[in-house]
């Protein structure tokens, strides 16, 4: 019979464009969050990272937004290049025990249209 | 830092063979992390260590899998007798853990090693 696999969101958008992947997370007691990036035939690299006392936290190009009331994260990338192609990970850290065993999202797929 | 190393890079293995799989961690770091991901299950967690020792093996498969870590810059995933099913991405990651850290819980990952049983 056919296989199933995982079907990964895909966002695809315009080089220049401005980029925005969601996340919902599962744990309201996950205490850090992290976006990782990973490109064909890489591993995930991490891209920024927020803690659960902050709502938003700006890097190069790259803004991550934290709404822990309906336990959602976004990833904002400004006006897009064709190396941001990649699948985009959100991954939680649970607080106290077990904190260093990240849960990662499933990954959105980002396609940039030249 | 040259990063978390892994090899091989590649392996092609047939079915009952055994497959032997290694990651050298970033030094400094605590932990150390062996991940999964194929298309069907994406990415998942298979064990981890802090300071050497095996802290969560739940996600080890079945008995054919195993992991050791003997000092703090060597570790290795064995798979014995090898399957098909086996075939995937494996990463190894390593993080700080150090609460005076401010990225302790970041997870660096090396560049993975494709396995392929035939």
């Known amino acids: 019979g056919e296989s199933v696999g995982l079907h990964l969101p895909t966002l695809s958008v315009q080089e220049g464009d401005n980029s925005i992947i969601n996340c919902a997370y599962s744990n309201s007691a996950s205490d850090y969050f992290i976006w990782y990036k990973q490109e064909s035939g890489k591993g995930p690299q991490f891209i920024i990272d927020?803690?659960?006392?902050?709502d938003k936290r700006q890097g190069q190009r790259v803004t991550v937004l934290l709404n822990k009331t309906v336990k959602h994260l976004s990833l904002q990338i400004a006006a897009t290049q064709p190396g941001d192609s990649a699948v985009y990970f959100c991954a939680e850290a649970p607080r106290g025990q077990g904190a260093q065993k990240l849960v990662f999202g499933q990954g959105t797929r980002l396609t940039i249209n030249p | 830092d040259a990063g978390v190393i892994q090899s091989p890079r590649h392996e092609v293995t047939e079915m009952g063979q055994e497959v032997t799989l290694r990651c050298k961690p970033i030094?400094?770091?605590?932990?150390l992390f062996w991940y999964r991901q194929t298309m069907m299950r994406g990415l998942e967690l298979l064990i981890y260590?802090?300071?050497?020792?095996?802290?969560?093996d739940s996600g080890m498969p079945e008995d054919r899998f195993s992991a050791k870590m003997p000092n703090a810059s060597f570790s290795t995933l064995k798979i014995q007798p090898s399957e098909p099913r086996d075939s995937a991405v494996y990463f190894c990651a390593s993080s700080f853990g150090k609460t005076s850290e401010s990225r302790q819980f970041t997870q660096y990952f090396g560049p993975g090693t494709r396995l392929t049983v035939l």
């Open positions: 030094s400094g770091h605590d932990y």
């Open positions: 260590f802090n300071n050497n020792v095996p802290i969560d």
């Open positions: 927020i803690r659960s006392n902050m």
